[in-house]
């Protein structure tokens, strides 16, 4: 399900503005599920929000056994 949204908000951003800001890059990248949908983010992120990624990029990250990343300091909900 969290995968699902990811796909839609870079669907929806090719069609008509979506607003991006720190906190919801962040939420998109940690609810990410597996190193490889992490990476697709942030190859994403750094083509199209350079800027906010860069100040996600200064928060630091936790690293679990398997390779995945969290960012400091994000809030996970993906609300409306």
Do not use: P
């Amino acid at each position: 399900m969290r995968i699902r949204k990811l796909v839609l908000v870079v669907e929806v951003s090719e069609y008509c503005v979506v607003l991006i800001c720190l906190s919801r890059l962040g939420a998109i990248y940690n609810a990410a599920t597996g190193f490889a949908w992490q990476e697709r983010i942030e190859e994403w992120a750094k083509e199209t929000h350079s800027g906010i990624w860069e100040e996600l990029s200064k928060r630091g990250y936790q690293e679990d056994e398997t390779g995945v990343k969290k960012i400091l300091g994000i809030d996970r909900s993906l609300g409306a």
